[in-house]
C-alpha cells in the first residue's frame, strides 16, 4: 500500500432500502407492514423490500409469486423511479454541503472521498455521523463503512446495516478481510469462486497467503493478479466526482415468453433496436464508436446469459448474430427479458504507447 | 538473556531491522524481531520471508540468550526513550523486560526456534564496491520498476553483471531506466537477477552515501549485500527480464539539448493543469525553442516556453509528464539530451556530460 493511499479516508454511504423509505414517506401507513416495491405485476420482480418483509426471507430480484408465498400479507407497491430520483438529488445535496468529493456509484450508493474534510476535525467518523443524522431528519436512514479505499468501504458498509457505519482503520485492513469469506470480494464470481474452492481457497486469509502465480494459473493472468491485490488490501481507485458513462443499454421484460427466436427477431429489429439508438442520442448507427456490443437474454426460470463481441463501431446486424449464438441457450426454456447494450471506448484509453519489450 | 545498551547505538540497526518486518501480518511471528545474545555481542533479525535484515551490534558482559519481541513496539519504545539512555533487556519465559532510567516495559514475546530462516543458498558472484556507488546506480532507476504489474518480474530491478561492468535496469512498459557503473573486478561471468520492489526499497534505505565497502553477492535464487554490520538478503523474482537492448532506439535524429533545470521546472508547472489521470503534455519543437502544452478536463490549459539547442524541422510529440518529471530528477548534470525520430516512437533522454545512465521513454498519442 503507498503512502498517499493509505493516507486517503473514503466512506461508502448506502441508503437502507431506499425505494421503500422513500415510499413510506409518502404513504406512513406502510411502515408497520410488510411491503415491496415492484413485483406486483403478473411477472414482477421485487426491487426493493422493507426490513418487514426481509425477516420473511423476501429479497431484491425476487419474483413476485416466491416473495407472495414466502409472506402471504406482502403489500405490493409499483415502482416510482421519479421520486426515487429527486429524494436521491436531496440526499446528494446534503452531502454537497461537506464534500465535492462525491461519487454516485448508483442511485442509493455513494462514495465520499473525506481526505481533505475539515468538519469535526477531519474526523471522517464524526463526519458521517452527522451526515446520517440529517437524512434521518429527511426520512431516510443510511449505512456506511470508512476505511482508505473503496473495496473495503464498501465491504464494512454491510457490518451494521441499517442504520449504523463501521470504520476499518488503514492498518486492520489485512486482518479484517483476513476472516471473510472470498464471495465478499467483489470481482470473485460464482465460476472463480468454484475452481478457488477446489483450489482450496475458501478465506480470504487463504488468498493473503498463497503464491499470485498460483492464483493467476488458477483464474488467468488479470483476475489472478487483481485478486491477489484486492484480498490484500490494494485498491488505488480513486473516487471519480466526474462520471464518464461507460455503457448504454436498454432492456425489456417480454409481455408473454418467446419461444420462437422469429419473435425475438422481430422484437430486437422493432422495439429495442429502436429504443437503443435513442438512449444513444439519435445518432446514425456508423456513427457510434464503441469497444463492444453485449446481448442479454433472461428466461422463465430466472437464469440469464450474456454474449459479447468486440466492435469498433455498433453494428445493429452483429445484434442478430449475438441473438443466434444465444438463443441454443435457452434449452427449451422460454425467454422472459431481452437487452442489448454497448460500451463506450474511454476516450484516453490506449493513448499512452507501450515499449516493445516482448 | 540480559544486556545493556545505549539508546542511540541500538536505535538506527532496529530501525533498519524493522524495515523488513512484516507489515501484512499473515504471520504473527513476522510482525516480530529476532534477538541473539552471546556474551560480547547483539544480532537482531526482521524478516518478511522475502526480504531478510540482520545487524549485530558489539555488547559487553550480556547473558547469552534469544527471544524475538514485537518490532514495532519495541521500535517505537527506543525512539521514544531519551537520547543517551542506557536500555537493559532481561528476557524470562514469555516476556521480556525493558529498562530505561524510571521506565519499565512488558513486551510478550514467542520463542526464537519458531523464527523462520532464508534457506542456505551459494553465492556464485561476489562483487565488492562503495556503497555510495550502489546507492546511486540504483536511484538512477528505481523509480522506473512496475508496481503491481500482472507480468510480476517488472515488479523489481534488474542487476547484470558482464566481466567488468554492474547495472540496473527498470521498467514498467512505458519508460526504463538502465544506468551502469565499471568495477574494479573483472573477468565476470555474466549473470542476470531481478531484485523485487520491497528489497530494493529497503536496501536503498538501508545504504549510505559514502565510500564506506560493501560486498555483493549473487546466487540462484538470492542476492545479498553485507555493509560493515548489516546484512541484508532477499529473494530473487522467478523469471525472464525482457531485453533491454532491443527497447533502446536507434537512429533517432532529432536531438535537443536544454538546461535541466529549466526543463524540470517547466514540467513541474505543465503538470498542474494536466489530465490528472493520464498525465499528457504536448512537446512542441521548433529551432531552438520547446513549447510545452497541457490541458485538462475542464478545458484548462498551461503553456511553457523554453530556449533550447535544437536545428531541425518543427514537430510535436507527446508524453507522460510524470515520466520527464521521474528523469529530470535523476540526473544530475547542467544539460539533458533528448533524441527523438517520431511521434509514436520512443525518445532517448541521457545527461548530456555523462553516458552512465539512460533512460527511454515511450510518448503518448496526441
Redesign the interface.
Known sequence: M?EHTSNRKIALLDLDAFFAAVEVLKEPKLAHRPFAVGGGGERGVVATANYLARKFGVRSAMPGHQARRLCPDLVFVKPDMASYKAMSKQVQTILLRYTDRIEPASIDEFYIDLTENKSYQGSASLTLEAIRAELRELGVSASAGISCQKMVAKIASEEHKPDGQFVVPPDQI??YL?NLPLKRIPGAGPKSQERLNAAGFRLV?DI??AD??KL?RLLG??SG?LLF?RC?G?DDRPVQT?RLRKQISVEETLHRDFKQIKDAERFLENTLLPSLQKRAGGHRWQDLHAKGQTLKLKFNDFNQTTVSKVSNRVSPSLYYQLLTEAWPRAKSRPVRLIGIGFTLPDP?E????????? | MKFTISRDALLKPLQVVSGAVERRNTLPILSNVLIQVTEDSLRMTGTDLEVELVSEIELEGATPGEVTVPAKKLLDIVRSLTEGADVKFDASEDKVVVRASRSRFTLSSLPASDFPNIDEWESEIQIQMAQGDLKDLMEKTHFSMANQDVRYYLNGMLFEVNDDVLRTVATDGHRLALSAVSLEQSALPHKQVIVPRKGVSELLRLLGDDDAPVSLSLGQNHIRVTTGNMTFTSKLLDGRFPDYRRVLPQGGDRIVVADRDLLRQSCVRASILSNEKFRGVRMALSPNEVVLTANNPEQEQAEERLEVDYSGESFEIGFNVTYLQDVLNAIQGEQVKLTLSDPNSSAIVEDNADDGALYVVMPMRL
Open positions: 503507498s489485512i486482518q483476513a486469509r493473503q497467503t499470485p502465480t493467476q493472468e488479470h493478479m491485490q490484500l490494494v466526474t484516453d490506449n493513448r499512452q504507447l507501450e515499449l516493445a519489450l516482448e
